[in-house]
């Protein structure tokens, strides 16, 4: 409050002492006209704000028109004060205190009484005696009217001038050093005056020395009105600045037009990372930071503000980082003020992570439309009043309807109206309706909707409160349906019952034992045949594991290892096994699996069981049958070769006594009893032969020479040998082809076949042409096979099997000798070594035997 000025020099006012002096040079009036003055172009830019402002604004404006009135008057009051001789006079000469006697005191002259009573405040004199005493000398009667305390009674004791109390020690104080050092004493503070009201009080007083002490003359103006403005100036500035320096937007003012230098621009700016001070420095610090897409359009706005008095756009602003905000931008023309042009005040906003929001809320919703324009089902939904509120692409093509027709309609009145046996179906019992009014949620599997076309089709559908907002526990704004026409499911549902139907039927009916079994080995399914089969009920099978029907651990282990590394590989898995029956009985069944899906060997597995209990009888009585065939055989066998070994002796015998006979009758025998005689022999003989045959057939076989590896020509060879003779008195030629194959077996019986064989082509040869014999080999899947043909007479066509029987010869007694065992024992022989023998032939140009000799084991040669 106290203030002590830099000053000009000022002649003293008294003679008293040279004594430098300050004069006051503007008025705290002033000084409060001077800063509202300044305030002005925040004030302007205030204007774009707020309505509110605004009107703060003007309110303004016309207290700082009647602050600038005030301060014009107070200066030239001041003016006046300056020019008026110095108040008060100078002391008087009198030595007495004048303050111990005010009444005695010379009274001021007119001139001063005069302006006393004119100047709008109260004139003074203090005196400041030496010790610190101090008080009034005189004071103008105004102080009646400014402090409600008469100027007599101040003189007798100034602690009567009703100042606020924290500031008298000030007011003290202050008098005190002006009069010790000689300088202008300036107060400002508040008296209370009688009728309550603080004034705000100046004073001024200049000190005079006197030989008393140091006189003060001074006035005290009231200045409460001026003190009232620029408080509330300043507390308006205050409000501007907080304002301006927290508001999220930005104001800024420049002249209207396109590149002018702001003359304003907020704090606020700092958001964007800029300083308001730089920007301020910028011609163009606006449009070279709108985003250059939008800078034309920008630009253009703003040009037509002038025209259009305010604006709104929005546009990209550049931060000082370079990333680009959305911004919203009003302008408003505005007075410069002081007859300034007009100034574009704008408030620029950052809309970025509004104009993102909006961005993303649009997006969600392209999205959810878009979801639900491609959803299969169809959806719509339904106010509380059943009004289709929406519906998406699907709900009109099952329909038929057009979204127009949709739209607005009553959806239970549009699609929904009759049950499926064509009763009407009542919107007070439709789910859909019952949802939006009762808020819950309700799942409809059988139902028909209706299309335009007039026909029905089977829906399955979901009834959702559709609730408005947040508003989670009020009732239901409505429901949303989501359907599906199931005409289409209902359809592969019945064949799927059917197909079902069919397989239970198949299942049931089948001739032979059906069990599915999961992948854990349970029996999952069982069908008649095999419950009966095994002596079980179907619940005493389905669920146990396959163990319940396996006779033991074992064949559990050994089906798991053979049959499933099989099964995954998508093969069938076919096994002959025993399996146990209820009652502890082993049944022989035939099992063949196979996975129900390859793809999935966790779906399990079926299994086929066939009973084959009557096939393996069968098979163990024929086994037994042949077992029993083979003991006879080997019986006969063994009697063909004990009779014919010991039918020799007996027939040596006869034979012997016949000769005997014929010696010692040859002297009394007719011709014809030697006739007789000789055929006695002749027949000993023959059946002797046939004996010696016999006897060869049963030893096929019989020898227990070891089988080995032959070199088939050298058999031929020896076979050749043994019949050279014969061969030779025939005119016969045999061929035999190169490279005969080794084969497997007993040497002397392969001799045999090749010697009964070839020795039959000489024998049965054509009596026209000699015997020509050709030995031939050739590969056969079965091994090799030989083939012995010759030129002779063949052999009838039905005759051709009858051949290799015992005993069994085509021609009369005598014509060819032999006795019908020969192919006989070769069939044996060939049929031993595992192989077979047939015959073929053209009667009268010759036959061929052929044969067929499994190949010899071992590397062949
Ligand atoms: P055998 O020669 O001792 O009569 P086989 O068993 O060797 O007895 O022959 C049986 C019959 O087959 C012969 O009696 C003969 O009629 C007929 N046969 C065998 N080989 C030939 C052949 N190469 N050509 C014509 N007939 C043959």
Redesign the pocket.
């Known amino acids: 409050m106290r203030k002590i000025r830099s000053s000009v020099m000022r002649p003293p006012l008294a003679a008293g002492g040279a004594i430098m002096l300050t004069a006051p040079t503007a008025s705290a009036a002033e000084s409060v006209a001077q800063s509202a003055h300044m305030a002005a172009p925040w004030l302007w830019a205030a204007a774009g704000l707020t309505l509110g402002v605004v009107a703060t604004a003007a309110a303004l404006r016309s207290q700082l028109r009647a602050a600038k009135d005030r301060a014009a008057a107070l200066e030239s009051r001041c003016a006046a004060l300056e020019a008026a001789p110095p108040a008060p006079p100078a002391p008087p000469p009198e030595p007495e205190p004048l303050a111990s006697a005010p009444e005695d005191r010379a009274e001021p002259d007119v001139g001063l009484a005069e302006l006393a009573a004119a100047v709008p405040g109260v004139m003074f004199q203090w005196i400041e005696r030496r010790g610190g005493d101090g008080g009034f000398a005189w004071v103008s009667p105004r102080s009646t009217e400014v402090f409600g305390v008469a100027p007599e009674r101040l003189l007798e004791d100034w602690t009567r001038l009703p100042i606020h109390p924290d500031e008298r020690e000030l007011w003290r104080a202050g008098l005190e050093t002006a009069a010790t050092a000689g300088v202008d004493w300036e107060f400002e503070g508040r008296a209370l005056r009688g009728d309550g009201l603080a004034r705000w009080i100046k004073g001024v007083a200049r000190p005079v020395q006197t030989a008393d002490g140091v006189a003060l003359n001074g006035v005290f103006i009231d200045f409460t009105s001026e003190r009232m403005l620029r408080d509330e100036t300043d507390r308006l500035r205050n409000r501007m600045d907080f304002l301006l320096n927290f508001s999220p937007a930005i104001i800024c003012a420049a002249p209207v037009g396109v590149g002018k230098r702001p003359t304003f621009i907020s704090a606020g700016v700092r958001q964007f990372g800029y300083e308001a001070r730089r920007l301020l420095a910028e011609n163009d610090w606006w449009a070279s930071r709108v985003h250059p897409d939008d800078r034309a359009r920008a630009m253009a706005a703003l040009d037509g503000l002038g025209k259009a008095g305010a604006l709104e756009l929005s546009y990209r602003f550049r931060a000082a980082d370079g990333a680009w905000r959305w911004v919203a931008d009003r302008r408003v023309l505005a007075p410069g003020g002081d007859g300034r042009p007009m100034e574009a005040v704008g408030a620029i906003v950052d809309v970025t992570r509004a104009a993102e929001a909006e961005r993303a809320a649009r997006r969600a919703q392209e999205r959810l439309e878009m979801v639900l324009q491609s959803a299969g089902e169809g959806i719509y939904g339904v106010d509380r009043n059943g009004r289709v509120v929406f519906v998406n692409a699907a709900a009109l093509a099952m329909t038929g309807f057009s979204r127009a027709e949709f739209v607005a309609s009553n959806a239970h009145d549009l699609f929904h109206h009759t049950r499926e046996d064509g009763s009407p179906h009542l919107a007070a019992d439709c789910p859909v309706y019952r949802t939006a009014h009762d808020g819950l949620a309700r799942v409809v599997a059988d139902d028909v909707f209706w299309r335009k076309d007039g026909d029905s089709f089977p829906v399955e559908y979901v009834a959702a409160p559709l609730r408005d907002g947040d508003d989670e526990s009020g009732a239901p704004a409505g429901a949303v349906v989501v359907f599906r026409d199931v005409t289409e499911a209902r359809r592969i549902r019945r064949e799927l019952e059917s197909s079902l139907r069919k397989w239970e039927a198949v299942l049931a009916g089948s001739p032979v034992g059906i069990a599915v079994v999961d992948s854990a080995r349970r029996i999952i399914r069982v069908n008649g045949y095999l419950t009966e089969m095994l002596g079980y009920r179907e619940e005493e099978m389905v669920g146990r594991s396959t163990r319940l029907v396996l006779p033991d651990d074992s064949s559990f282990e050994r089906l798991m290892d053979d049959a499933y590394p099989r099964l995954r590989r998508g093969e069938t898995y076919r096994v002959e096994m025993e399996l146990r029956r209820a009652d502890g009985r082993l049944v022989w069944a035939s099992i063949t699996g196979s996975l129900l899906d390859v793809t999935d060997p966790a779906t399990g597995g079926v299994w086929v069981i066939e009973d084959i209990s009557p096939r393996k009888a069968q098979e163990a009585v024929l086994q037994e049958k042949t077992r029993e065939l083979e003991r006879s055989n080997a019986e006969l066998e063994a009697f063909a070769y004990v009779a014919s070994h010991d039918l020799r002796h007996p027939l040596r015998l006869v034979n012997s006594y016949l000769e005997l006979l014929e010696r010692r009758l040859s002297g009394v025998l007719t011709d014809e009893t030697r006739e007789f005689l000789a055929f006695a022999r002749g027949g000993a003989k023959r059946m002797d032969k046939l004996i010696v045959?016999l006897l060869e057939y049963s030893r096929v076989g019989r020898g227990d020479r070891p089988w080995r590896r032959l070199e088939s020509a050298e058999v031929v060879d020896h076979a050749r040998q043994v019949l050279a003779f014969a061969v030779s008195d025939a005119d016969g030629e045999i061929a035999i082809e190169a490279g005969l194959p080794t084969v497997f077996g007993d040497e002397i019986e392969l001799e045999r076949l090749f010697v009964?064989?070839i020795?039959?082509?000489v024998?049965?040869?054509a009596p026209d042409r000699p015997p020509r014999v050709a030995l031939s080999v050739a590969p056969h899947a079965e091994g090799w096979l030989f083939t012995v043909a010759?030129n002779?007479?063949?052999?009838a066509a039905g005759?051709l099997e009858r051949?290799?029987g015992?005993f069994?010869?085509?021609?009369v007694e005598g014509a060819?000798?032999?006795?019908?065992?020969?192919?006989?024992?070769?069939r044996k022989i060939v049929e031993r070594h595992g192989g077979r023998i047939w015959?073929e032939?053209v009667e009268g140009e010759?036959?061929a035997?052929r044969f067929i000799l499994p190949r010899a084991p071992g590397p062949e040669a």
């Open positions: 045959d009964n064989l020795g039959n082509a024998k049965y040869r010759d002779g007479i063949g052999i005759q051949v290799f015992i069994q010869r085509l021609h060819y000798e032999g006795s019908g065992v020969g192919l006989a024992v070769c015959a032939s010759g036959s035997f």
